[in-house]
């Protein structure tokens, strides 16, 4: 008997925009979703390579080097837990809203902190 | 009699979303016998437990599943609780349950769009889908994830969500109730769909409950069992009764979960009106010595998570039972005798999670 | 908040299991789940029996009762069981998979899949490889 409950839903969508976006043209609105984990950003001008976040992290994405003032981030392999902003003592860490864009290769993230003026340790860079 | 053919059923197959695999063994177009094949995607995931200590355990259990993840760490997590005799917040017990029935809203959607794919109304899948992707994006904003949500850990929950965000999601999903209702009256009023569903498949009572199934087909087939019963997390507070349909057929077991969207939608509201304040999380010191086994009602019926710790950081072991390993026996059971064309059918009435199911 | 559940767990001897299981049967309790652990020398397999108050005859009853384990202790070499899928014949995928990861000799199950049911690169992965912690 009833065929028509289908028939009137169709109706309606004819009418009403699509819904889905025409993505990459036209991303998500970032703000409906302040939350949302997208990926990690850090601020690696405040950061000591104390490691910790590294030790923390359960796909071991992030390698950080002292000796060298690098802290690199497999994108692929970070699952976006979170873990690692929350044990970052400086706080240099942040959870971003924008996912990284789609890559072809496997690449890894680098960071490397600009070496500071030695032996004068009042001038202090700015962030 | 018949000539007998095997056919190999998966585990790639165009309308099956999940690798399992079959092999049929046919006497013309009816299907005599039915062998199943798991493995295929076997990850071997509870040996990990000896690589990751039972913290960071959480994010694997997070993803065992792609559809019912956040009750599986919730599961998980529930029984470490109970190992090591943690109290978690009032607050996070509420949110808990707010998110397994939100994720509970999602899948059911998604299964109910499957389904549609499956007797080939590909309209009605988009239907499903537009609205699962409104549950799906209040999971995000209230998370931070989709579907894998991330939030839950032993001792509570990581986020959050302030009281009147919680009455915003409450009222959007109200209004998707709105659009459910339309959506329900097409499933389970449309002739062509009716007639794909109606007597296919049938498990009475007893066999249900012989064979074990958990969930929605158990239900479907007139047993009264839900987990939730056992008022784990905020179940207890909320006032709900399993819902049951009596012919056990693939319609009623599409019934079933049509009605339980409804249900969540009532169980959000509830919950989120009784929620207390307070933390949501206590810090957990030490290791875990002890079994339980955690019991959870996910969207496919009873999951068990069984941990056992020896008292180092490690687990000794954990073990998950999905609910489609429950359900499994059944479906070879409903196999044998249907027609060939109704095996997608009947397999996806089981809503089958074959990847979680081979972990 | 909500009391947890009650889980009460009795050790018997491998040549009882099916003597048990028969009256777990007899009494209305249904299958929940059955696993193996391996322990440090020896390994253990649990059966889980759940009987929920809400069993087939009342639909309305509350009184939840919680779960209840048969315990058997096996050795880590050449173990057997009797398969209990003739009481429960749901029983038949844990004891193949009990057979596939474990090693466990089990004798009589309803669908004997030969070590066919998991495909792993080591056979029986849990029990042949050690625990290893990484770092
Ligand atoms: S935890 Fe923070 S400060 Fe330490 S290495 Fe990582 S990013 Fe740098
Ligand atoms: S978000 Fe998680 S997975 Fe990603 S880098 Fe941080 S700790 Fe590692």
């Excluded at chain 2, 000539?3 to 190999?8: A, D, E, L």
């Excluded at chain 2, 397994?100 to 590909?122: C, I, N, P, V």
């Excluded at chain 3, 309803?110 to 066919?116: E, P």
């Amino acid at each position: 008997m009833s065929v028509f409950g289908m028939s009137r839903t169709i109706m309606r969508n004819l009418f009403s925009g699509p819904a889905t976006r025409l993505y990459p043209t036209r991303e998500k609105e970032p703000h409906r979703a302040a939350r949302s984990r997208g990926r990690i950003e850090i601020d690696i001008e405040a950061c000591i390579f104390c490691s910790a976040c590294a030790k923390r992290c359960p796909t071991d994405a992030i390698i950080v080097s002292k000796t060298d003032k690098e802290w690199n981030i497999d994108r692929l392999r970070c699952c976006t837990c979170n873990a690692c902003v929350e044990v970052c003592p400086k706080k240099c860490l942040a959870m971003g809203n924008r996912y990284t864009p789609p890559t072809v290769t496997k690449d890894k993230d680098i960071f490397r902190q600009p070496p500071r003026p030695p032996k004068e340790p009042e001038t202090i860079p700015g962030a | 009699m018949g000539t007998r053919t095997v056919i190999p059923f998966g585990p790639q197959h165009p309308v099956l979303p999940e690798p399992i695999h079959l092999d049929l063994v046919l006497e013309d177009e009816k299907v005599v016998e039915a062998i199943p094949k798991i493995g295929y995607v076997h990850r071997g995931f509870e040996k990990l437990v000896e690589k990751m200590d039972f913290n960071e355990l959480v994010y694997v259990a997070d993803r065992i599943c792609g559809i019912c993840a956040f009750i599986h760490s919730m599961a998980y997590c529930q029984g470490v609780e109970a190992v090591m005799s943690v109290e978690v917040p009032p607050r996070a017990e509420f949110l808990r349950t707010i998110w397994s029935e939100l994720a509970r809203l999602s899948s059911h959607l998604l299964w109910l769009g499957l389904m549609a794919d499956a007797f080939g109304f590909e309209s009605l899948f988009m239907q499903s889908f537009r609205i699962r992707e409104k549950i799906v994006d209040m999971l995000e904003e209230m998370t931070g994830g989709r579907i894998i949500l991330g939030v839950c850990r032993v001792g509570g929950v990581r986020r959050d969500v302030p009281n009147d965000a919680l009455a915003d999601i409450v009222r959007r999903v109200k209004d998707l109730g709105v659009e459910m209702h339309r959506l329900a009256d097409v499933f389970l009023q449309d002739d062509s769909v009716k007639h794909r569903l109606v007597g296919v498949g049938v498990l009475i009572r007893d066999q249900a409950a012989e064979l074990g199934c958990v969930g929605p087909m158990l239900r479907a087939s007139g047993v009264s069992r839900d987990t939730r019963t056992l008022g784990y997390a905020a179940y207890g507070s909320v006032d709900f009764a399993p819902i049951v349909e009596k012919d056990g057929d693939s319609y009623a077991r599409c019934a079933v979960r049509i009605r339980e969207l409804f249900q969540s939608v009532d169980l959000v509201a509830q919950a989120a009106s009784k929620i207390p304040g307070g933390e949501v999380g206590v810090k957990v010191s030490g290791y875990p010595e002890g079994e339980y086994h955690s019991r959870c009602e996910q969207p496919r019926g009873e999951v068990i998570h069984y941990v056992k710790g020896d008292g180092t950081r490690y687990l000794q072991r954990y073990r998950v039972r999905t609910p489609t390993f429950a359900n499994i026996p059944a479906l070879l059971r409903m196999l044998q005798g249907c027609e060939l064309a109704d095996v997608p059918v009947l397999v996806l009435t089981i809503d089958p999670c074959i990847s979680c199911t081979e972990r | 908040m909500n009391p947890r559940e009650h889980q009460t767990i009795e050790e018997i001897p491998a040549a009882a299991l099916l003597e048990r299981v028969q009256k777990m049967r007899s009494e209305g309790w249904r299958l929940v789940h059955a696993a193996c652990t391996r322990l440090v020398a020896d390994q253990e397999v649990n059966y889980c029996f759940d009987r929920d108050g809400q069993s087939l005859d009342s639909p309305d009853s509350a009184t939840l009762r919680g779960m209840h384990t048969l315990r058997v202790r096996l050795p880590m070499i050449d173990p057997e069981l009797p398969s209990i899928s003739s009481f429960y014949w749901p029983a038949f995928l844990y004891e193949n998979e009990m057979h596939d990861l474990f090693g466990i000799t089990v004798k009589g199950m309803a669908v004997d899949f030969h070590g066919h049911l998991y495909t792993t690169m080591v056979p029986t992965p849990y029990v042949t490889k050690e625990p290893d912690h990484g770092d």
